[in-house]
């Protein structure tokens, strides 16, 4: 997926130096800001804003503050050029959460292989997930607001598995860790087969992950999430409970209740142009999709088509 790379300069004296230095880093897209249109490009939430300070005529203390009390850009990297080397100076940018201070003259490779271990770190830290490696509520929120301030067409899949306390009631809390980290694998073989790029796995937290898909027609990626799911879930569950088709649990009076084997529901939601207005009425129809799809025994789908 390509990075988005925001140079803010005035004179645009800076994007051909990066375009000639990441000309072989396909990746990597640099665009050229001007400090007058720093609101809209803080509302596309790139992965990086690289700052020429000699260039602007803004100060520089303050539009650090603007971007990192920004609520999508707080965690967006940002790094100063400038050819000012006043020790004071630096250290005032620093404390307003800059990473990086680069004195000019620019040694470029320096410059290439500092942006390149940012993308190595983001690529490791925004994994909140220790479990599955995956991406956490903050990187979901940021794409689907990407997604949506670009006007994209694509649909969200929430994923659920279905009678998960009862296997960890059961089986225990590591078990139960092998079956997330087992579904996190299958989505992500299921969804990254699919879509070489422009695609997204997140994990929401305990048995709930999400999908972006950049596509309108998801039946078919349900059904294959759903045949992958089921083909080898049985490998977390005894031979009897197999046999039997479900396990029993002792609810809070003693009594034994029994419950299906585990299985997957997905809530997919079609996110055409103008049809949401924000990421929370987009979650607010994806709970009524996957709840829809969890009433239901067995590995299912439901796709949400409404209009406007």
Known sequence: MTQDIYVIDDDDSSI???????????????????TDQINVALK????????????IDRDIIE???????????????IIIVSSNTERKHKLDVLKESVEY?????????YLYYTIKNIDRLLKINRRISPLTGLPGNVQIHAELKKRLTKKEEFSVLYIDLDNFKAYNDVYGFLKGDE??????????????????????????GGDDFIAIVPTTSVDDICQTLIANFDHDVNKFFTKNDIERGYIEVANRKG??????????????????????????????????????????????????????
Do not use: W
């Open 16 to 34: 051909p130096i990066f375009k000639e230095l990441f000309k072989n880093d396909k990746e990597f897209k640099f665009i050229g800001i001007k």
């Open 255 to 308: 009594i034994m209740e029994q419950f299906p084997l585990t299985s997957v529901s997905i809530g997919a939601v079609v996110v055409e142009k103008n049809r949401f207005a924000n990421i929370l009425e987009i979650g607010e129809i994806g709970a009524q999709i996957k709840h829809t799809a969890k009433s239901i025994i067995g590995s299912c789908y439901v796709v949400d088509r409404r209009k406007n």
């Open 63 to 77: 539009l650090c503050k603007k971007i990192r009390t920004d609520e999508d850009n707080q965690i967006t990297p």
């Open 179 to 204: 079956i997330i980290e087992y579904t996190a694998q299958v989505i992500l073989k299921c969804i990254h087969s699919r879509y070489s790029e422009n695609a997204f796995v997140g994990h929401i």
């Open 101 to 109: 201070y680069i004195k000019k003259p620019v040694d470029t490779e």
């Open 44 to 55: 596309d939430i790139p992965f990086l804003i690289i700052i020429n300070e000699d260039s």
